[in-house]
Nanobody, 126 residues
């Protein structure tokens, strides 16, 4: 059974940092592009960041550009989201997701992703 397990969430003050991790198992990690999404209370799930299977291609939603960095370690089957300069508006449950790579195209919509983690809560206090 494929598993994606997020960790690293928590409570942080505005301006602080967190690093989320998503460990995967039972997928050939290098065949998958990876994404991070988030859902805030009362809002729909939102795309946050994308990374291609080889780590060369990345893409971010405008609100996190310059503050968040997505990366991956293919030897550890893990994708990361480094979040700096956190704002209260970043408060959400963060999910990682996996999509089979189909070449050099950005995957920014949830329905492109096949596997999902259970989410990790990030709370930013003002």
């Amino acid at each position: 059974q494929v598993q994606l397990v997020e960790s690293g969430g928590g409570l942080v003050q505005a301006g602080g940092s967190l690093r989320l991790s998503c460990a995967t198992s039972r997928i050939t990690f290098t065949m998958f592009d990876m994404g991070w999404f988030r859902r805030s209370p009362g809002k729909e799930r939102e795309f946050v960041a994308f990374i291609s299977w080889n780590g060369v291609g990345t893409y971010y939603t405008d609100s996190v550009k310059g503050r968040f960095t997505i990366s991956r370690n293919n030897a550890k089957n893990t994708v990361y989201l480094q979040m700096n300069s956190l704002e209260p508006e970043d408060t959400a449950v963060y999910y990682c997701a996996a999509a089979r790579s189909r070449g050099p195209s950005v995957r920014a919509t949830a329905n492109e992703y096949e596997y999902w983690g259970q989410g990790t809560q990030v709370t930013v206090s003002s």
